[in-house]
């Protein structure tokens, strides 16, 4: 199958399990997550109408989407994957949404950057809701006051928390959590879900999910 016919397949299939759990049809968001594929692999889904994507790495996203975003005027990129504070200044200029602060310092640098440079990426925070120590995120029962202290003390605006559960779990309590949470904290985007279970995700509320290998293949 084509990039185009894969993608297609995965819209029909958000839009059945936005049926089948009684949302509203294009309440879920695609986002193509292109990470390791060039800017020549990505055209082809620009083409058949793709506008969202995600990318795990500042430095390799400034290889392909100033380009990308040149073309054609609407991309909205998403940064999923993990942040250093030397590379705010990069993430804030090229990217559109920022889903992956969970601490404090990335948190500052994001602040100051976004006053530096005077634009501002929408915001999420990533939750471990499997308390795994080699990924990153913030501890669910941390999240609540991380987000408070993200809008009270550095006025930055948080819409929405993030997850990646444990590859080997069973994914559904993870986003039944961060949906939970997200009420708790009351932010309204939800972004879950990947290849091998984004119905699942989408089932329990997720208002975005990550897809890769199923629209661009294995990696
Ligand atoms: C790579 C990645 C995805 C997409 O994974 P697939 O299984 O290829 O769909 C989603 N979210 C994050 C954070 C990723 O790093």
């Not at 993990?82 to 949404?97: E, G, M, R, W």
């Amino acid at each position: 199958m084509s990039v185009e016919e894969r993608l297609q397949d995965v819209k029909a299939r958000i839009g059945k399990a936005e049926r089948l759990s009684k949302r509203s049809a294009g309440s879920v968001t695609l986002v193509a997550v292109s990470k390791t594929f060039d800017a020549q692999d990505i055209r082809p889904a620009i083409a058949a109408g793709q506008r969202v994507f995600g990318e795990n790495r500042v430095q390799e996203s400034q290889g392909k989407w100033p380009e990308l975003k040149a073309e054609t005027p609407g991309i909205e990129l998403h940064l999923i994957g993990p942040l250093q504070s030397n590379k705010a200044v990069d993430a804030v200029a090229l990217f559109d949404v920022i889903e992956t602060v969970d601490r404090e310092k990335i948190a500052r640098a994001l602040a100051d950057e976004i006053r530096k440079q005077g634009r501002a990426p929408k915001l999420y925070v990533q939750v471990n809701t499997g308390l795994e120590p080699q990924k990153a995120g913030i501890e669910p029962k941390q999240t609540v006051a991380f987000v408070e202290l993200c809008r009270r003390e550095l006025g930055l605006s948080i819409e929405g928390l993030m997850c990646i559960p444990p590859a080997e779990e069973n994914p559904g309590p993870h986003f039944a959590l961060l949906a939970k949470l997200a009420k708790e904290c009351g932010v309204e985007k939800l972004s879950m879900g990947m290849s091998g279970d984004f119905e699942t995700a989408v089932e329990f509320g997720a208002t975005s999910v990550r897809v890769g290998s199923a629209i661009f293949g294995a990696r």
